[in-house]
């Protein structure tokens, strides 16, 4: 039976890809209105600076590096990278933490695990410092019995190190672990390899996805919940 939950962060706990947008065009309106650049200069030299660094750095927790995307942003624009970056850094993420939210349901579900005595742990891709943030600014300070960046494993979903570090440090043996995910490759596949139970959180699961036999899949935490009780000892 399962004794742990381990949680991907970014949209598993809440919805990143929306604040990512709306951070993004956050920082746009700074660029316009500080260097005088059109939307369109600055999103393509945005998405040329992201694209250089993950071909530099590869499938590293820096290559997420949003100060390192604002600064190549810059120097694509013909702009002294010290002038903006930090300030173009700060107002992204400060928008983006103010403006985070757990997923409807997610609250009840901690608690639950929570009362039944399962350990809850985090596996994240990304940089430590602002994925311990993120967790801060979700209220989640006291839920977390375990966390792993792939800063931390050196390396990213789906290496089979982060997976076996996460059990490590809850140690416990992988069959009685349960991984929630939103990629299918990364968390799912990843987690299962290593010997998880795993359960895809696809927002936008088809009935035909939701009914497949070879993994479970939920839409929302609803449905998260009812399959969890499913499977821990007495329910939740």
């Given at each position: 039976?399962?004794?742990?939950v381990i949680f991907d962060l ?40 992201r694209q250089t660094t993950k ?48 997923y409807p349901g997610a609250r ?129």
């Open positions: 039976m399962i004794k742990a970014d949209d598993t706990l809440y919805d990143y890809k929306a604040l990512e947008r709306a951070a993004f065009e956050c920082v746009g309106g700074l660029v316009r209105e500080r260097l005088g650049v059109s939307e369109e200069q600055y999103e393509d030299a945005f998405m040329r600076a071909e530099m750095l590869g499938e590293t927790a820096t290559s997420h590096s949003r100060m390192l995307y604002f600064q190549k942003t810059l120097e694509y624009l013909d702009i002294r990278p010290l002038y903006l970056a930090l300030e173009m850094y700060e107002t992204y993420w400060g928008f983006f933490l103010d403006n985070m939210c757990l009840e579900l901690l608690e639950a695990l929570h009362e039944k005595y399962i350990r809850v742990g985090v596996c994240t891709d990304l940089l430590a410092h602002i994925q311990h943030r993120k967790l801060r600014r979700l209220g989640m300070i006291d839920d977390v019995d375990c966390m792993v960046t792939s800063e931390e494993a050196g390396a990213e979903k789906p290496a089979s190190g982060i997976f076996e570090l996460c059990l490590q440090k809850l140690r416990l043996p992988a069959a009685e672990v349960c991984f929630v995910g939103d990629n299918l490759e990364r968390d799912i596949k990843g987690a299962t390899a290593a010997g998880m139970q795993a359960i895809w959180f696809h927002t936008g699961a088809s009935q035909e996805e939701k009914e497949r036999d070879d993994i479970d899949v939920v839409s929302d935490y609803g449905e998260l919940y009812e399959l969890l009780g499913r499977k821990i000892e007495g329910g939740l």
